[in-house]
């Protein structure tokens, strides 16, 4: 399987926005639900948002809601999460996974996704 790598992370004041991406190389992102996860510190890795291979599913995570975006262009083999309206407690380390799966289906769990970015730093303080 090929890799995911995950960019646009940063350091954001709160009420900020940023937008995270996540491409693959040496695979066909469009065959897969990608979900997004997160670990803060001291804090076992959480669910954030998902999107079906046919983008006709998404999840949010409640915390969320209403604040982030999940969004993909198969056509550039990336998916993208929008951030707006950032608070401190969203800091973490934020992680794109892909999971074979029908293409009308995502999840929010961890333990469903088996191929891993490296993560990307996202830090809320001002």
């Known amino acids: 399987q090929g890799q995911l790598v995950e960019s646009g992370g940063g350091l954001v004041q709160p009420g900020g926005s940023l937008r995270l991406s996540c491409t693959a190389s040496g695979f066909t992102l469009a065959y897969y639900a990608i979900g997004w996860f997160r670990r803060a510190p001291g804090k076992a890795r959480e669910g954030v948002s998902c999107?079906?291979?046919?983008?006709?599913?998404?999840y949010y995570a409640d915390s969320v809601k209403d604040r982030f975006t999940i969004s993909r262009d198969n056509d550039k083999n990336t998916v993208y999460l929008q951030l707006n309206s950032l608070k401190p407690e969203d800091t973490a380390v934020y992680y794109c996974a892909s999971l074979p799966a029908p293409y009308y289906y995502c999840s929010g769990s961890v333990h469903q996704y088996d191929n891993w970015g490296q993560g990307t730093q996202v830090t809320v303080s001002s």
């Open positions: 999107i079906s291979s046919d983008k006709s599913t998404t």
